[in-house]
């Protein structure tokens, strides 16, 4: 199944529309995972071997601003910047584009602006992806459910079709070959006293993509076919500890889901290693400060920046410890 027939099949006649109007612009929230996506059935179209699990951060993402040009070149721009049409980050949004130009074809200019540390590793493909086809959706006046466009998200980037809802966000595996089953939905449990802490340790660009060093660690780690199990015991586990507001079993269950995530890509060839010493010091930090008694956790993506997981009553303490913290209340306005 390509990525074509997934966008007919949800369009059905309204890819052949036209733009309603001449722009539309959408926002959509990062989202950081508690139960990590890793690894894909279908690279196509980004279908997961697992479930997963995630916290959007509310007011922190991606506002798109999609605007119709009169040009044979799609235009797109970062943070107010253009972006050179060669690279990576503009070759992807072009290519998702195409499947969604309507007849007769149009071009875009694509503005994309993050209000969240880039460095972070969290301005990332799951906001953008999921802005971009609100925006597209606002455009063409397609009227599609939140669902929908949580399929189509996904087509951009996995992790994307979890961004269209604020708080914690389920995307269930599915099963079904063109991924119709495989999409976000919102747990309804609202937990005001849930705080993310942003560590920035380093500003350096990635060097391996996570789509890369998942396929790698697929691929090349002995210990990846222990991974559908595990995530099998943690996801239930961490939506029982949010209905029942048990932040020591979810912070426990989301750190360990992290590091065995990690450890899988360790033990993959070529060897991948999202630590830097910075890294592992604030580790052992947290670990030290757990065992005086601070329940402070911390969950890992695809980079060296660790995001600290802990509760409003303790946020002094966490900031006191650690410079370079930005706290944010995912269910706070
Ligand atoms: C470590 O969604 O960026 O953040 O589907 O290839 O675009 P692609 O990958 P992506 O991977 C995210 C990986 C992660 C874990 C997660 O968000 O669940």
Redesign the pocket.
């Known amino acids: 199944v390509k990525k074509i027939d997934v966008v007919r099949a949800i369009l059905g006649e309204r890819v052949h529309w036209a733009p309603k109007k001449s722009g539309a612009q959408a926002f959509a929230p990062t ?3 508690l ?4 690894g ?1 059935r279908d ?1 196509e179209l ?1 279908l ?1 071997i697992n479930s ?1 699990l ?1 916290v959007s951060l509310a007011g922190k993402g991606t506002v798109t601003a999609l605007n119709v040009i009169a040009d044979t070149q799609d235009l797109v721009s970062f943070n107010g910047k253009p972006v050179e049409p060669g690279l990576k980050f503009s070759r992807r949004i072009v290519e998702f584009l195409d499947l969604f130009r309507g007849l007769p074809a149009v071009r875009f200019h694509v503005d994309s602006s993050a209000n969240i540390p880039l460095a972070a ?1 969290l301005a ?3 906001s953008g ?1 999921a802005a971009l086809v609100l925006a597209l959706d606002q455009l063409y006046g397609w009227q599609l459910s939140q669902s929908e466009l949580s399929i189509l998200a ?1 087509l ?5 079709c ?1 961004s269209l809802w604020n708080g914690f966000v389920e ?1 269930q595996v599915g099963t079904q070959a063109d991924g119709m089953d495989s999409r976000g939905s919102r747990l309804p449990e609202v937990w005001p006293e849930f705080c993310v802490g942003l560590l920035l340790l380093n500003t350096a660009e990635k060097a391996l ?3 890369e ?3 790698r660690t697929k691929a090349t780690s002995a210990l990846y076919s222990l991974w559908p199990a595990k995530v099998s015991a943690d996801l239930p586990v961490i939506k029982e500890a949010i209905v029942a507001r048990d932040f020591p079993l979810l912070g426990k269950t989301a750190e360990s889901n992290a590091l065995t ?1 990690h450890a899988m890509m360790l033990s993959a060839w070529p060897p991948i290693s999202y630590f830097l010493p910075e890294t592992i010091a604030a580790m052992q930090k947290i670990w030290q400060l757990r065992q005086d008694g601070l329940p402070l956790y911390f969950t890992q ?2 980079g060296p920046n660790l995001k600290l997981l802990f509760l409003q009553k303790d946020s002094d303490s966490v900031r006191s410890c650690f410079t370079n913290l930005e706290v944010l209340q995912p269910f706070v306005a």
């Open positions: 989202n950081i995972a139960c990590k996506y890793w894909k690279q980004n997961p997963s995630s590793g990332s493909s799951a992806f996904r951009g980037s996995g992790s994307a979890r995307w993509s996570s789509r060093a998942m396929e995530m993506d695809a």
